[in-house]
């Protein structure tokens, strides 16, 4: 029998996606509280993560093989201004389904973030001290200590990925190509860099290193450091849009309310050791999201 894999945060990007890879292949339920969706062959069930109990009954009712822990507040913004609420639903909520998790014997992946470190290094690895320069960053690195410690056994992922989107949440990818085929301007920095990866490839190395019995924290990002304006460059190309709308910028020179990392690379080097295969680059990962839209599964999500 194949065992269902049960995805906290189920109205998140990264768990539809998520859930739409894993359609047809393998059982999946989609663990929702405020904001319900529907999509076909997809299991869903209601879940109150701020309750330990909660999550065990939906455990003892789903009987998962795996949970993928999604479920956060990613808002800079609002983390900086709402820091109570950033910590209970970053921390206390992951706490909560590692508690649960580790109590039925249930593997768990835990989804963290490459926003933690102060941004002064590229391709940080995962032996490199935690150095987070806002409320997001700073939750999601206690998050990780209150999930290793309460379920030692735990997979901590940290990634930044993009994905399509729904009506009520654009991914970077979302936002660069709504910008281009509306014949709008896109302003880009030049000078913040990441290591993205499509959710897809994300999923897939993921349930790939927790079926190796893999825990701990490993970095499950892309093979290339980019821009974000290189980044929507290569998007432009693949996606054949005016690349001519996409300007430089400077976040150096930008205005913020919320100190951010230049430089939120990670090296993937010990997952893909791990795992005996690379991540990708942009470009493939790229191709494959133009792939997804041409499949109808760009179309499926905008309809939610």
């Given at each position: 029998?194949?065992?269902?894999?049960?995805?906290?945060?189920?109205?998140?990007?990264?768990?539809?996606?998520?859930?739409?890879?894993?359609?047809?292949?393998?059982?999946?339920?989609?663990?929702?509280?405020?904001?319900?969706?529907?999509?076909?062959?997809?299991?869903?069930?209601?879940?109150?993560?701020?309750?330990?109990?909660?999550?065990?009954?939906?455990?003892?009712?789903?009987?998962?093989?795996?949970?993928?822990?999604?479920?956060?507040?990613?808002?800079?913004?609002?983390?900086?201004?709402?820091?109570?609420?950033?910590?209970?639903?970053?921390?206390?909520?992951?706490?909560?389904?590692?508690?649960?998790?580790?109590?039925?014997?249930?593997?768990?992946?835990?989804?963290?973030t490459d926003h933690l470190f102060s941004g002064e290094r590229a391709c940080v690895g995962e032996e490199q001290p935690v150095a987070p320069?806002?409320?997001?960053?700073?939750?999601?690195?206690?998050?990780?200590?209150?999930?290793?410690?309460?379920?030692?056994?735990?997979?901590?992922?940290?990634?930044?990925?993009?994905?399509?989107?729904?009506?009520?949440?654009?991914?970077?990818?979302?936002?660069?190509?709504?910008?281009?085929?509306?014949?709008?301007?896109?302003?880009?920095?030049?000078?913040?860099?990441?290591?993205?990866?499509?959710?897809?490839?994300?999923?897939?190395?993921?349930?790939?290193?927790?079926?190796?019995?893999?825990?701990?924290?490993?970095?499950?990002?892309?093979?290339?450091?980019?821009?974000?304006?290189?980044?929507?460059?290569?998007?432009?190309?693949?996606?054949?849009?005016?690349?001519?709308?996409?300007?430089?910028?400077?976040?150096?020179?930008?205005?913020?309310?919320?100190?951010?990392?230049?430089?939120?690379?990670?090296?993937?080097?010990r997952a893909r050791a791990r795992l005996g295969r690379p991540m990708g680059g942009v470009d493939a990962h790229l191709l494959l999201l133009?792939?997804?839209?041409?499949?109808?599964?760009?179309?499926?999500?905008?309809?939610?």
């Amino acid at each position: 029998m194949i065992e269902t894999v049960f995805i906290t945060g189920g109205s998140g990007l990264l768990a539809l996606n998520w859930a739409l890879l894993l359609r047809g292949r393998r059982p999946v339920t989609l663990a929702l509280h405020d904001r319900q969706v529907a999509l076909t062959g997809v299991a869903t069930h209601r879940c109150r993560l701020d309750s330990v109990d909660d999550v065990e009954r939906a455990l003892e009712m789903v009987k998962p093989g795996i949970v993928i822990h999604t479920a956060a507040l990613t808002s800079i913004e609002t983390c900086e201004a709402q820091p109570e609420l950033a910590r209970h639903v970053n921390v206390d909520l992951a706490a909560n389904v590692a508690v649960a998790c580790a109590r039925h014997g249930v593997p768990l992946a835990h989804i963290s973030t490459d926003h933690l470190f102060s941004g002064e290094r590229a391709c940080v690895g995962e032996e490199q001290p935690v150095a987070p320069r806002n409320v997001y960053g700073r939750t999601k690195a206690e998050a990780e200590h209150r999930v290793l410690d309460a379920h030692p056994r735990a997979l901590v992922a940290r990634t930044n990925f993009y994905a399509w989107g729904t009506s009520y949440r654009r991914s970077l990818s979302d936002t660069i190509l709504h910008w281009l085929r509306g014949g709008e301007t896109a302003t880009l920095f030049t000078d913040v860099f990441f290591t993205p990866i499509l959710a897809d490839e994300l999923a897939r190395a993921v349930l790939d290193l927790a079926a190796s019995g893999s825990a701990g924290v490993y970095h499950v990002v892309g093979d290339e450091r980019v821009s974000k304006h290189e980044f929507g460059m290569r998007l432009a190309a693949v996606f054949g849009l005016d690349a001519g709308l996409i300007r430089p910028a400077l976040m150096a020179e930008a205005p913020a309310r919320v100190r951010r990392p230049h430089d939120m690379s990670l090296a993937n080097a010990r997952a893909r050791a791990r795992l005996g295969r690379p991540m990708g680059g942009v470009d493939a990962h790229l191709l494959l999201l133009r792939e997804q839209e041409r499949s109808g599964r760009a179309r499926e999500l905008q309809t939610l």
